[in-house]
C-alpha cells in the first residue's frame, strides 16, 4: 500500500488534455500494439485516455514476450493489416519495429504508417529519433525516466554517497546510453561509477548466471547504493538482484515504478499517466491529423517519489524527516 503525501514536482503541472470539438466517426481506428511482455498500466492508460476522449478503436495486441526478434514477424503483419496507428512499448521494441532514425530500411521496419512509441529510455542517445523536438519521421511518443541528475540527488538526499553501483544489460541502447550519462556526472557531483554488465551466453543474449557475484562484487567494490536503471533485462530478473542487495545491506534505488517495491527509493513516472500522455500524442494524430514528426516527445512533468518504509526498516536505513513531507510512502 502506498500512502501519498504529495507528488514531487520537476518543472510544470501535468499535461492539460484540452477538450477538442470534433465530428464523431463510429468507425474505429485500428491501432497494432506491440508491448515487450504483454499489458501493463501503461497500455490500461493508454485506452482509457482513448474512451474517455470518445475516441472508438480496435487494438490488435501483441507481445514479444522479452524477444525482440519477434517483432519482424508482427511487421510483416503491420504491412497486412495496414493499421491506422502502430504502438510500441519499449525500446527494444520501438527499435525492432521502426528501426533508427538514421537507418530506418523501409523494407525491414515500419515507416509508411503513423506510429507512437512509450516506454523509451533514452529516445536520443538510443537512436530512436535524432531529437525530442521532432523525430524528423512518421513517429512520435513518450519517455519515462526521470533524468539523471535528479535521481542521483534524490540518493544524495536520502543517503550521501561516494560511489556508485550499477548493473545492466550490455546488448540494451537504452542502457548503455544512460549509464553513459551517469559517466558525465560522476565530476560534477562528485562520485565514483562502479559498473557491472551482465554475462552473455553463446547466442549472445544476457544471462542471470553469476549475477548475485557481480552484486558482491559491486558491494565489496564499496558501492553505496545499487542503481535499478530502467533495463529491461534487469527488470524481468530483478528478483535474482535485488534480495542479493539487501542481504549486503546494499540499498537499491529505482528509475522505473515496476522494481519500486524492491527499492529502498524510486523517482518515477506513473505507468498510468504515461499512458495517458501517449494516449494524447495518438489523439493528435488519428482525429487531428497531426503529423507525427510535428508532435515533439516528451516526458511527464511530475514524478513521484517512493520510500519503501518496509525496506528502510530492514536495512535500518531511515529516510530524513523533512522527505516525509513530500515524498509517497510504501507501508506494505
Excluded: C
Excluded at 521496419?109 to 523536438?133: K, L, Q, Y
Excluded at 535521481?151 to 541502447?173: C, H, W
Excluded at 565530476?187 to 552473455?200: D, Q, S, V
Excluded at 517512493?306 to 510512502?329: F, G, S
Amino acid at each position: 500500500m502506498i500512502t501519498r503525501r504529495s507528488t514531487l514536482k520537476l518543472g510544470a503541472g501535468l499535461l492539460a488534455m484540452p477538450a477538442i470539438a470534433r465530428a464523431q466517426d463510429p468507425t474505429p481506428y485500428t491501432i497494432y500494439q506491440i508491448t515487450y511482455r504483454g499489458p501493463t498500466d501503461v497500455e490500461r492508460g493508454f485506452r482509457d485516455y482513448l474512451e474517455q476522449r470518445g475516441i472508438p478503436v480496435n487494438i490488435i495486441e501483441r507481445s514479444a514476450d522479452l524477444d525482440p526478434s519477434r517483432v519482424a514477424g508482427f511487421v510483416s503483419e503491420i504491412r497486412e493489416i495496414k493499421p491506422d496507428l502502430v504502438y510500441t512499448w519499449g525500446t527494444p521494441v520501438t527499435l525492432a519495429a521502426f528501426g533508427r532514425y538514421d537507418e530506418a530500411d523501409p523494407d525491414r521496419f515500419v515507416s509508411d504508417i503513423p506510429g507512437v512509441f512509450t516506454m523509451v529510455s533514452a529516445p536520443e542517445s538510443s537512436g530512436v529519433v535524432p531529437s525530442r523536438a521532432s523525430s524528423g519521421r512518421n513517429i512520435t511518443g513518450t519517455s519515462h525516466v526521470v533524468p539523471p541528475e535528479p535521481q542521483l540527488r534524490a540518493m544524495e538526499a536520502y543517503r550521501p554517497f561516494k560511489r556508485l553501483g550499477v548493473l545492466y544489460t550490455s546488448t540494451e541502447q537504452n542502457s548503455v546510453a544512460i549509464v553513459a550519462e551517469l559517466r558525465e556526472l560522476t565530476g560534477a557531483l562528485g562520485f565514483a561509477l562502479e559498473e557491472r554488465t551482465f554475462p552473455l551466453g553463446a547466442d549472445g543474449k544476457p544471462t542471470t548466471e553469476h549475477a548475485a557475484e557481480l552484486v558482491k562484487e559491486l558491494s565489496e567494490a564499496g558501492s553505496e547504493w545499487l542503481y535499478y536503471l530502467p533495463d529491461t533485462f534487469l527488470s524481468t530478473n530483478i528478483d535474482k538482484v535485488a534480495p542479493v542487495a539487501t542481504s549486503l545491506d546494499l540499498p537499491g534505488f529505482s528509475a522505473t515504478e515496476l522494481l519500486h517495491r524492491d527499492a529502498l527509493i524510486s523517482l518515477i513516472s506513473r505507468y498510468y499517466s504515461l499512458g495517458q500522455l501517449t494516449g494524447y500524442k495518438a489523439e493528435q494524430i488519428l482525429t487531428l491529423g497531426v503529423a507525427p514528426a510535428d508532435i515533439p516527445i516528451e516526458t511527464l512533468k511530475r514524478f513521484a517519489l517512493i520510500i519503501n518504509m518496509p525496506l528502510a526498516r530492514q536495512l535500518e536505513m531511515y529516510p530524513p524527516l523533512a522527505m516525509l513531507n513530500y515524498a509517497n510512502i510504501l507501508t506494505e
